[in-house]
């Protein structure tokens, strides 16, 4: 049985959730960070054993939508063998950033 699917973050994303760290390295306690830690490991676990398993987007075709925590959502798209991480957007921000 297969084991998953190869996961690939684009640079978008990899800088999204850089200063979705930074922001709560400066603003909230290492427990908060730890938290979001593990949510995004387990929501990657989920997604490269099943992509379909989150909601279509609204926002772009073939792009699908998990919630990852309260405050953040990520954007993502299966292409042949490989799960594309599109983006790790903050749901506080004006929905009109979003950059897919």
């Known amino acids: 049985m297969k084991s998953g699917y190869n996961i690939k973050w684009s640079d978008h994303a990899l800088a999204e959730l850089k200063r979705t760290?930074?922001?709560?390295e400066d603003n909230w306690t290492?427990?908060?960070l730890n938290k979001l830690s593990t949510e995004i490991d387990k929501t990657i676990t989920l997604i490269s054993k099943n992509p379909e398993l989150f909601q279509v987007s609204n926002f772009k075709i073939g792009v699908r939508r998990v919630i990852v925590a309260k405050y953040n959502s990520m954007y993502y798209r299966k292409k042949k063998d490989i799960i594309e991480i599109l983006s790790f957007f903050s749901n506080r921000q004006n929905p009109n950033k979003l950059k897919l």
Not at 21 to 24: A, M, P, R
């Open 30 to 32: 290492e427990r908060e």
């Open 21 to 24: 760290f930074e922001y709560i």
